[in-house]
């Protein structure tokens, strides 16, 4: 051994078997790492597609939405400007109308008042015909009475004899009747005339009345068309007042729709700038993406020269200890060897401490005590038929050396590429500390390709899992280990 400590050899080589693995395991976690950058990356760029393409689409239901609206402002332009003018033109309307219904009610105000005065005069000669007609009466009955009179000294006259029979001379009297008589015909004349002018006269105050009712009518119907005049002119104002906020309303909104058009113009261009970024950032994920297989290629092949060295290097470090082993003087019953304890330094390593040749291998991993009965089982029972398939449970059981299926199996389904997760691992308390659960775990890692990452969830039996070599993963809940 040229003057060397074999169980420093050993070490050395178990520690440099253990930095491989370390190396093996920090190139894998590497490619992992980068693996899960090159999906996250991907996954930013589809969602960056998705933004940029929703924002494309948005800007364009935005332009069509203000073309639409542009079209409907227009329209609304045409209309409020006609609105404009024609309230113009109603409230000129309205205007000249307020103005014939002011004339027309100052027309009939006159009237009203030339009817009255009318009225007036007429009244005033119907007192004058009454008070000529009753004066006319009297002068009738006065002529009747003077008539009778006249005629009563007529008769008088006439019929007087004197002592003689001599009659008088009664031409007086019949003067006095002929004048009687002749002012009652003029009595009756005037009386008759009298009556004409009482008849005209009330017809006059009649008609006069019915010109004051007319023209008190038009004036009301006047005095109601100016205040609906009033009215209308108002409402054509309000109306006029209306239409020009109404353009003025029409023509902000087109100020707001020029400048919506430049923002929609700007949002165009930051999402063709974002399309192109994303573009660009697709085109360097892209060649990231190469540079990632490339370096996947890379681990794949340094994991296989670790795996040979890793193995050259146990062989070693077995071929060391086989090299190193006291020599048996015999054996018992159970399995158990009694080495010789006589000769120096055979159970020593170069004046190191000694070394318990059971342990020895336990150098390279850990190996429970194994039972007869645990030996004799048959633990490469494989229910799937020896071949995997991506996420589907498989299970190795275990069979007695009769053939029968003990209740010791476990679980596992491969999860992806050089990824196998154990589901369960069912040891009953009858078949523990036989070494059946070691034989079961080992029976898998010889069944799995060099390189498969081995993992399971957290659980109760940590020092056992330990012991076989897993490692709880920082940050999670996961146990694995390297095959």
């Known amino acids: 051994m040229g003057g060397k400590n074999p169980r420093q050899l050993i070490q050395i080589l178990q520690d440099l078997t253990d930095e491989i693995k370390r190396f093996t395991t920090t190139v894998n976690d590497t490619i992992k790492s980068a693996n899960y950058n090159q999906k996250s990356a991907n996954e930013r760029i589809n969602q960056g597609l998705h933004q940029a393409g929703i924002i494309n689409n948005l800007v364009a239901e935005d332009q069509a939405k203000i073309q639409e609206v542009k079209a409907e402002i227009t329209e609304l332009s045409v209309k409020c400007d006609q609105a404009v003018e024609d309230a113009h033109n109603t409230v000129t309307e309205v205007t000249n109308a307020q103005n014939l219904a002011n004339d027309t009610l100052r027309i009939w105000e006159n009237e009203l008042e030339k009817a009255l005065n009318w009225l007036h005069r007429a009244e005033i000669r119907l007192e004058r015909a009454i008070q000529e007609y009753n004066e006319a009466l009297q002068d009738v009955e006065s002529a009747k009475y003077q008539l009778q009179s006249a005629q009563s000294s007529l008769s008088s006259c006439l019929s007087y004899r004197d002592s003689e029979g001599r009659g008088k001379d009664c031409s007086g009297e019949y003067a006095r009747v002929a004048q009687a008589e002749a002012n009652l015909e003029r009595a009756i004349i005037r009386l008759q005339e009298a009556e004409i002018e009482l008849r005209d006269a009330q017809d006059e105050v009649e008609r006069a009345k019915a010109r004051v009712n007319c023209c008190r009518r038009a004036v009301a119907y006047a005095q109601e068309a100016v205040k609906h005049s009033e009215s209308a002119l108002e409402n054509a104002k309000e109306a006029l007042i209306s239409a020009e ?147 589907k449970s498989n299970q190795i059981s275990v069979l007695d050396s009769q053939g029968n299926k003990t209740d010791c199996y476990i679980n596992f389904i491969l999860t992806g590429k050089g990824r196998v997760k154990i589901q369960d691992t069912i040891v009953p308390p009858s078949y523990q500390r036989q070494g059946i659960g070691y034989k079961l775990v080992e029976s898998l890692q010889r069944k799995l390709p060099k390189g498969t990452v081995l993992y399971f969830e957290e659980n109760q039996a940590e020092g056992f899992w330990a012991k076989m070599g897993f490692t709880k993963k920082e940050g999670s809940n996961f146990y694995e280990k390297i095959v």
Not at 274 to 299: H, S, W
Not at 339 to 364: D, H, K, R
Request: proline share 4%; glycine share 4%; no cysteine.
């Open 245 to 391: 906020r109404s353009l003025e309303e029409i023509k902000t909104t087109e100020k707001f729709m020029i400048k919506a058009e430049d923002i929609i113009v700007f949002a165009q261009e930051n999402a063709e700038n974002m399309m192109i970024q994303v573009k660009e950032a697709q085109r360097l994920t892209d060649e990231a993406q190469n540079f990632y297989r490339q370096a996947e290629n890379l681990g794949d092949a340094t994991y296989n020269y670790a795996s040979l060295g890793s193995r050259e290097i146990e062989d070693k470090i077995n071929n060391l200890i086989q090299f190193n082993r006291p020599e048996p003087i015999f054996s018992v019953p159970g399995g158990n060897t009694v080495y010789n304890q006589s000769f120096p330094n055979s159970n020593t390593l170069a004046g190191a401490v000694s070394i318990n040749p059971n342990l020895a291998e336990s150098t390279n991993s850990y190996q429970p005590k194994i039972t007869e009965f645990a030996n004799s089982l048959n633990y490469d029972h494989f229910s799937y038929g020896g071949k995997l398939e991506l996420n």
